[in-house]
């Protein structure tokens, strides 16, 4: 079966820190890129950060500049999301997602091959 898990929300303060985990299973994690998503209550899904298959490329949406972060280890088959600086507008369900087509970044989830399970994100005091 082919599965991405993710996990890593909870409640945090304003201008907290958050890990996002994304472990993947049943298919070759290195051929993949892996990007995350989030949607919050009543509005789209709209991407955050993407990660090449080798790790050297990465695009940020611009709202998450310098406050996130997004890496991988291709021995763990693990994406993570380090978020840093958080603020109440980043409060959403995170979803990781993979896709192993040509191109980078994907921008929008139809590209998408594999969705995990999110992880729901609350950024209040």
């Known amino acids: 079966d082919v599965q991405l898990q993710a996990s890593g929300g909870g409640l945090v303060q304003p201008g907290g820190s958050l890990r996002l985990s994304c472990a993947t299973s049943?298919?070759?994690?290195?051929?993949?890129?892996i990007a995350w998503f989030r949607q919050a209550p009543g509005k789209e899904r709209e991407g955050v950060a993407c990660?090449?298959?080798?790790?050297?490329?990465?695009y940020y949406a611009d709202d998450v500049k310098g406050r996130f972060t997004i890496s991988r280890d291709n021995a763990k088959n693990t994406v993570y999301l380090q978020m840093i600086n958080l603020k109440p507008e980043d409060s959403a369900v995170y979803y990781c997602?993979?896709?192993?087509?040509?191109?980078?970044?994907?921008?929008?989830?139809?590209?998408?091959?594999?969705w995990g399970q999110g992880t729901l994100v609350t950024v209040s005091s």
């Open positions: 997602a993979a896709y192993s087509s040509s191109g980078f970044p994907h921008r929008y989830p139809s590209e998408y091959d594999v």
């Open positions: 049943g298919f070759i994690f290195d051929d993949y890129a």
């Open positions: 990660v090449g298959s080798s790790g050297e490329r990465t």
